[in-house]
């Protein structure tokens, strides 16, 4: 059985910093496809960051350059540091795991397995 399970959301001021985490259970990260994604009240989920089994990555537009993912193949988990906080980062953030196409997306529908999610708001 695949269990996804975030932490590290909270509520933090603008221009602070979260590290979020998700501890993969039922699949090995390290050759696996895993991405993060977010969803604000009344809006669509998006796509935010993804990283391959091979280290590559891909970022959304809206948050290269204060989001870094990474994992550790070591403890089964996938990080996402966010950096530079504004309000129109507030979302639950959501893992999830192994694409069902070739390349590794951020595309929701591309993605079988998901965690519960972890709330991360900011004020300003």
């Known amino acids: 059985q695949v269990q996804l399970l975030e932490s590290g959301g909270g509520s933090v001021q603008s221009g602070g910093s979260l590290t979020l985490s998700c501890a993969a259970s039922g699949i090995a990260a390290s050759s696996n496809c895993m991405a993060w994604f977010r969803q604000a009240p009344g809006e669509e989920r998006e796509g935010v960051s993804s990283?391959?089994?091979?280290?590559?990555?891909r970022y959304e537009d809206a948050v290269k350059g204060r989001f870094t993912i990474s994992k550790d193949n070591t403890k089964n988990t996938l990080y996402l540091q966010i950096n530079k906080l504004s309000p129109e980062d507030t979302a639950m953030y959501y893992c999830a795991a192994v694409s069902t196409v070739p390349l590794c997306t951020i595309i929701p529908p591309d993605f079988l397995y998901w965690g519960q999610g972890t709330q991360v708001t900011v004020s300003s």
């Open positions: 990283i391959d089994r091979n280290g590559g990555t």
